[in-house]
């Protein structure tokens, strides 16, 4: 069963950065792709980006895209979201998962992000 568990959140100004972590144990790193989501108050969960198990290939949904960047030290077993030029609407608890072909997707517990306007 793989562990995951998010860092990095916090509170910042609207234009500022951040740089969340997802350190991953438990499984075989590279055996699965890497995908943030985030969830804000009263809203759906919904996809951010996504990177390839060997780093390869990367997605992002538009309304992060030329903003967030994912990435990911398989060495370090570790999945990487660095977010620039914040927004007020990106605040959202934020949730790293990993899935696999034929193996069960797991979560992380999430990590708070605020933006202040």
């Known amino acids: 069963q793989v562990q995951l568990v998010e860092s990095g959140g916090g509170l910042v100004q609207a234009g500022g950065s951040l740089r969340l972590s997802c350190a991953a144990s438990?499984?075989?790193?590279?055996?699965?792709?890497m995908d943030w989501y985030r969830q804000a108050p009263g809203k759906e969960r919904e996809f951010v980006a996504f990177i390839n198990w060997s780093g390869s290939s990367t997605y992002y949904a538009d309304s992060v895209k030329g903003r967030f960047t994912i990435s990911r030290d398989n060495a370090k077993t570790t999945a990487y979201l660095q977010m620039n030029s914040l927004k007020p609407e990106d605040t959202a608890i934020y949730y790293c998962k990993c899935s696999g072909l034929g193996l069960p997707d797991y979560w992380g517990q999430g990590t708070q992000v605020t933006v202040s306007s």
């Open positions: 438990g499984g075989t790193f590279s055996n699965y792709g």
